[in-house]
T-cell receptor, first 115, second 113 residues
Framework: DAGVIQSPRHEVTEMGQEVTLRCKPISGHDYLFWYRQTMMRGLELLIYFNNNVPIDDSGMPEDRFSAKMPNASFSTLKIQPSEPRDSAVYFC?????????????FGNGTRLTVT | GDSVTQMEGPVTLSEEAFLTINCTYTATGYPSLFWYVQYPGEGLQLLLKATKADDKGSNKGFEATYRKETTSFHLEKGSVQVSDSAVYFCALRSGGSNYKLTFGKGTLLTVNP
């Protein structure tokens, strides 16, 4: 079990550029989550998918953010155009189920810096 | 809505000291409770969990007891090690938030040799 795989680990870009973050969940997990972590706001849930379908995107900060899950083994989070305030660590996580004690398995994150 | 309040860090201890990180919650119904740990440069990983009142979750020498009467789930360890240095997150899951995990803000623990 390779765990949740995210790429890239680090991304440095200039304001206004498009940024795409990638995630491969654990095989067999039906749920995929995107989180953002900052010192000021802690961990924020941006969006989650169930069986590749977006279920709740109420945490997506604005229209500049979009997420897709074209198949069960791949998801992207895109920011276009990027702004300095988007600088954060973005985590992808997956789980077997939503209820009960089914744990979230996190990737190692993508550290995004927008200058 | 659901919420989790953790003691603010950072917490700095010497090796073999006793650790307590306080966590209280507000939730609809009877939530499941969790502690996650984040080591430097890594994602969060589940440390322990409890699903009902008076349950005690334990793992790697850490313990936490689900206290419904005080809506608390404090994390404890009797003797910390340098390798326990990490950020610790308390979290809950309930029907009130459609079973999405709600995290506290995290508590940074540094253990010095």
């Amino acid at each position: 079990d390779a765990g949740v795989i995210q790429s890239p680990r680090h991304e440095v870009t200039e304001m206004g550029q498009e940024v795409t973050l990638r995630c491969k969940p654990i095989s067999g997990h039906d749920y995929l989550f995107w989180y953002r972590q900052t010192m000021m706001r802690g961990l924020e849930l941006l969006i989650y998918f169930n069986n590749n379908v977006p279920i709740d995107d109420s945490g997506m900060p604005e229209d500049r953010f979009s997420a897709k899950m074209p198949n069960a083994s791949f998801s992207t989070l895109k920011i276009q155009p990027s702004e300095p305030r988007d600088s954060a660590v973005y985590f992808c996580a997956s789980s077997l189920a939503l209820q009960g004690t089914s744990p979230l398995h996190f990737g190692n994150g993508t550290r995004l810096t927008v200058t | 809505g659901d919420s989790v309040t953790q003691m603010e860090g950072p917490v700095t201890l010497s090796e073999e000291a006793f650790l307590t990180i306080n966590c209280t919650y507000t939730a609809t119904g009877y939530p499941s409770l969790f502690w996650y740990v984040q080591y430097p440069g890594e994602g969060l990983q589940l440390l322990l969990k409890a699903t009902k009142a008076d349950d005690k979750g334990s793992n790697k020498g850490f313990e936490a007891t689900y206290r419904k009467e005080t809506t608390s789930f404090h994390l404890e360890k009797g003797s910390v090690q340098v390798s326990d240095s990490a950020v610790y997150f308390c979290a809950l899951r309930s029907g009130g938030s459609n079973y999405k995990l709600t995290f506290g803000k995290g508590t940074l623990l540094t253990v010095n040799p």
